[in-house]
């Protein structure tokens, strides 16, 4: 274990490889473009290393890295070969125009790699590792060697390789847990080891590349940093090669968020960036993000549950352990639903300018409950209608004077509609599919709204022939959607009624707006 304490500050470096393994991901390729757009969001997030590709995998990858070279800097940008000179040659030209430039080599060290994939031996694979080091020094001063599957790999055998590549010249040593196979206190225990063991460590920086496959990626990385490991590779959204790669939200948000356990460390990230960044890496390859992933998931900072909510109300750290803010979310959002009590249903109404007595809030909270058993979530549009039919009188900009319908078998459904706007009238005709459907024609060529009928009811709301008729709609007009009721012994006039209620709804309220969003 690493001894601290001292008060000293250590700089975790944090190598993005989003654009290299990230892409390794199974239906995640990006164009050229799409790389150079990430990158620049990557330099702006404040990563240290940007592993843009590997160049020697195809032509696009040579091209992607080229461009990432000449046009971004800041961050030290890096490509992958394998120990060979043509691999490292690749690397080499696609970095050509970077103003730091770091070649990445690698070679399995493990006994089933060797045997199987590589079929070489212990001796042969020593003696390549220290060549391409070597090999790829001749071109910058910033080598990194990777011994794959270093997890795996016989530790005395490990130990050798790394004291032979930072002989070569190799400024970074990298253990990567290839297929996640590591658990953190084994891996913990493998850095220990490593700096114990290797005479020259002292000149490389160990870094820890970390696979997901039993979900430990994150665990195993920062098990490695609290036991020496002073880089690490990661990625965007935790992309990568299967279940791909430890994720850079989750490592940096740990060490600034444990800053009692990760005493004195640090990363350059600038956090706020990582929300922005997530998205378009999200946009760019396709991958969606689970909506509970943590950091930058959408749920990552909501709350559904009625006792969460109530004590994000009154504190926000009892149920928050990080600031939305502080990793660019737009906020904390308590979600209405129906696991939410009074106290968010409240906070929303406040926030959205209603100030109900209690009697109100009752109604309100009753019929909410109604429409959350139904419903996943409860929007604003969903609380201001529900007021609107339960508590707001709705004046009557349009008041109907008169309607007149034609029908039948052989003729054209038409209306002809009169109506009232304060002292003036306005009269207008239109056909339709039927009489209502022409009656609400003219209405909307009377009050210039277009509007969609999305629902209509009708109910008889007392007995006989001259039983009143009662007309529900609910309407939409440029994404809001309302409801409108009229009654009346004519259906065609009740119908009107009720049609003329939803645009006076639409025209008395704008969208209902939270203060703050
Ligand atoms: O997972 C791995 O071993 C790699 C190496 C190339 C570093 O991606
Ligand atoms: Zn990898």
Not at 376 to 389: L, P, S, T
């Amino acid at each position: 274990m690493v001894k601290r304490g001292t008060g000293k500050k250590e700089k975790i470096i944090i190598f993005d490889t989003t654009l290299r393994d990230g892409e390794q991901c199974p239906g995640a390729s990006l164009g050229t473009k799409e790389k150079l757009e990430i990158a620049r969001q990557l330099a702006l997030l404040g990563a240290d290393v940007i592993e843009a590709g590997f160049p020697i995998a195809s032509p696009g990858d040579l091209e992607a890295v080229k461009l990432v070279a000449r046009n971004v800097k800041g961050p030290v940008i890096c490509g992958l070969a394998r120990s060979n000179k043509p691999d490292i040659d690749a690397a080499r030209e696609a970095l050509r125009l970077a103003r730091r430039g770091r070649i990445h080599v690698f070679l399995a060290t493990s006994k089933i790699h060797m045997k199987y994939k590589l079929r070489k031996a212990e001796g042969e694979i020593l003696r390549l590792a220290r060549q391409s080091v070597k090999y790829a020094r001749r071109f910058t001063d910033d080598v990194e060697f990777s011994p794959e599957d270093a997890s795996r790999s016989e530790r005395e055998f490990l130990f050798r390789v790394l004291e032979a590549v930072i002989q070569a010249g190799a400024k970074t040593v990298n253990i990567p847990d290839t297929v996640g196979y590591a658990i953190p206190r084994q891996f913990g225990q493998l850095i220990s080891q490593i700096r114990e063991r290797v005479p020259n460590i002292h000149k490389a920086v160990i870094s820890v590349h970390c696979h997901n496959d039993l979900g430990l990626g994150v665990s195993n990385s920062l098990e490695a940093v609290l036991n020496g490991a002073r880089q690490v590779e990661c990625t965007m959204n935790g992309l990568g090669e299967r279940a791909g790669n430890a994720s850079l939200e989750e490592i940096v948000m740990t060490i600034k968020t444990r800053k009692d356990v990760f005493k004195g460390m640090y990363t350059g990230i600038n956090t706020r960036q990582i929300c922005k960044t997530s998205r378009l890496v999200s946009k760019l390859t396709g991958m969606i993000v689970q909506p509970n992933k943590a950091i930058v998931g959408q749920n990552a900072f909501r709350h559904e549950a009625g006792i969460h909510q109530h004590g994000v109300l009154r504190k926000r750290t009892t149920y928050e352990i990080m600031r939305p803010e502080d990793v660019g979310f737009g906020g904390t959002s308590l979600v209405l639903g129906k696991h939410s009590g009074r106290h968010a249903l409240e906070d929303r109404l406040r926030k959205l300018g209603y100030a109900l007595s209690k009697a109100e809030l009752d109604k309100i909270f009753l019929r909410f409950k109604e429409l959350a058993d139904k419903k996943k979530e409860v929007f604003n549009e969903d609380i201001a209608a529900i007021i609107e039919d339960e508590i707001l009188v709705v004046p009557e900009i349009y008041s109907l004077e008169a309607v007149h319908t034609s029908s039948g078998t052989k003729t054209i459904p038409t209306a002809t509609v009169r109506l009232r706007k304060g002292n003036e009238i306005f009269q207008d005709a239109a056909c339709g599919d039927g009489p209502v459907d022409a009656c609400c024609k003219t209405i909307d060529r009377i009050t210039g709204i277009q509007c969609e009928l999305l629902e209509y009811s009708l109910k008889a709301v007392t007995g006989g022939k001259d039983a009143l008729g009662e007309v529900n709609v609910q309407v939409r007009a440029k994404n809001r959607v309302v409801t409108g009721r009229g009654a009346s012994t004519d259906i065609i006039q009740a119908s009107a009624k009720a049609y003329l209620n939803a645009i006076n709804k639409l025209l008395f309220r704008k969208p209902p707006k939270v203060k703050g969003e």
